[in-house]
T-cell receptor
């Protein structure tokens, strides 16, 4: 099976712009989670989508949003970018059906905000 | 709320030797899993080992094993016979067993360097 893919891999934006990141989960997986990784804050959970519904949400401002499509692909959007949004954004997919399902991570999208 | 502490930001070990990475956590949940993830430089995060909190026996995966002390909320990772490919950031993460809660809370990570 193909692994989790994320596009684009690298992105450079300026303050105030918005950005959309994409994640394609492993075939058959219905859950997609997003994480932000920065040197200062480490890895932080953004949100999780399961069957097109947001099921869990972390403590991020409303500028961070996401959605999931019927084919389980997910997008994450950040509006009004700030310098502090520069980070590696990771997505992880899992079957999502049980209490525990191993999460498989993608390579990440590195966002730089200038 | 959960907190995870990895007190060793960096560690180094000679190839073929053994190294132990420490992790302490705090969770209000009674049932949970504990994971160690590995993130090699510029490569994807992968699961190294998993421990179910209700199991007293420590998990082992080839050269990787854990020392799980539930009362102390401690979950350390031991890597035996270290190899150059083990160089990576290692993250500890508890995972509460709650239906529908697919959320990992990670520690700050330990950067492991393997010296040839």
């Amino acid at each position: 099976k193909a692994g989790v893919t994320q596009t684009p891999r690298y992105l450079i934006k300026t303050r105030g712009q918005q950005v959309t990141l994409s994640c394609s989960p492993i075939s058959g997986h219905r859950s997609v989670s997003w994480y932000q990784q920065t040197p200062g804050q480490g890895l932080q959970f953004l949100f999780e989508y399961f069957s097109e519904t947001q099921r869990n949400k972390g403590n991020f401002p409303g500028r961070f949003s996401g959605r999931q499509f019927s084919n389980s692909r997910s997008e994450m959007n950040v509006s009004t970018l700030e310098l502090g949004d520069s980070a590696l954004y990771l997505c992880a997919s899992s079957s999502g059906a049980g209490v525990y399902n191993e999460q498989f991570f993608g390579p990440g999208t590195r966002l730089t905000v200038l | 709320a959960q907190t995870v502490t990895q007190s060793q930001p960096e560690m180094s070990v000679q190839e073929a030797e053994t190294v132990t990475l420490s992790c302490t956590y705090d969770t209000s949940e009674s049932d949970y899993y504990l994971f160690w993830y590995k993130q090699p430089p510029s490569r994807q995060m992968i699961l190294v080992i998993r421990q179910e909190a209700y199991k007293q026996q420590n998990a082992t995966e080839n050269r990787f094993s854990v020392n799980f002390q539930k009362a102390a909320k401690s979950f350390s990772l031991k890597i035996s016979d270290s190899q150059l490919g083990d160089a990576a950031m290692y993250f500890c993460a508890p995972f509460p067993i709650i239906q529908g809660a697919q959320k990992l809370v990670f520690g700050q990570g330990t950067r492991l360097t393997i010296n040839p």
